[in-house]
């Protein structure tokens, strides 16, 4: 029987997303990355660290093309550890420099999966995913960890609230326009109109993206609107 994202966490015992090490994003992305498994899929992750994780998707998605990006290169991060990626490219991308997070998502995008365990900074989740939110296939989805650090006082330090809204102020925000979405009544930028579901976690949120329903339609009649 094939091993499940929290199998693998375990196996993989460098990776912090599983409840015996610090989180329990593991138990989550057993649930949401089912459907994708098998698929030939385009990842993200933002954060490479020591390449635990970046090993999970290895094993968990035999059919995807993976992409890390991190402050360190590929190189570095092995000596770091024991882990050896075999089948991900990791490249030096600053998670706080726009000009050049955007660049990348055009050229190696867009993406089913984008995956943000980066600096952990809200400023920089914000920003994110503001840039690579258009670079998600429809039907993907959009996860952000650690959101935790949005909360004052949950660390010994506030320094990741580095702007305000914070992170998850800035997703509530989302979630209120999304549901009053009337057409050209709603006041939610327009690339924000393809959120289909918010899932809020106490330490990671979820975006799924759907189409349209005009461009639905389209597809479906070949109306012209």
Known sequence: MAMDVTDLCWQIKITDKHRRRRHTHASMYDRIFEPYKDQPIKLLEIGVNH???AAVWEAYFPNATLF???????????????????????????????VALKAYAEEFGPFDIIIDDGSHYVSHQILGFELLWNHLNIGGTYVIEDTCTSIPGRWKTDKYIDSSPTCMEYFHTLVDTAVMYRGKMSLQPKKHREIQAI?????????????????YRRALTNETY
């Open 51 to 53: 390449g635990g994780s």
């Open 199 to 215: 899932t809020f976690k106490y330490d990671m949120i979820v975006v799924n993206k759907e189409i349209p329903y005009k461009k």
């Open 68 to 98: 890390g990006i991190d402050i360190h290169t590929k190189e570095e991060m092995q000596l770091r550890s024991e882990v050896e990626l075999t089948r991900t490219q990791v490249d030096v991308v600053d998670q706080s420099d726009a």
